[in-house]
């Protein structure tokens, strides 16, 4: 046997962060394609699950991003913030590619 000690398995290095963002950042792929492709023509229906989608997504990411920290109010903290800005990056790269595609048509 080595003295050497194991290393920690845990997902918490750089790529483990990294596809946590991805995570984070995939409403905004949905938006845009759902926007594109037009698959439901009821917009309502379609705003509400994209909004839930967001949400979803959004706070399973940033919940992901912040684990690992000692401290619990900041860990909850950080989690609602990063929740907080995923969704609204989400919104605004939907809206924006969304209403560019739709107008280029």
Do not use: R
Not at 55 to 62: C, K, T
Not at 82 to 94: D, R
């Amino acid at each position: 046997m080595t003295d050497q000690p194991e290393k920690n398995q845990e997902p918490s290095g750089a790529g483990a962060k990294f596809l946590w963002v991805i995570c984070g950042l995939i409403p905004s792929v949905v938006a845009v394609a759902s926007f594109q492709i037009k698959l439901v023509n009821d917009s309502e229906n379609l705003l509400f699950w994209l909004a839930v989608t967001d949400a979803v997504f959004s706070v399973v990411a940033s919940f992901g991003l912040a684990y690992g920290m000692k401290n619990k109010l900041a860990y909850v903290l950080a989690g609602m913030g990063l929740s907080f800005l995923f969704f609204v990056i989400n919104v605004v790269v939907g809206l924006f590619l969304g209403c560019a595609l739709a107008a280029g048509h």
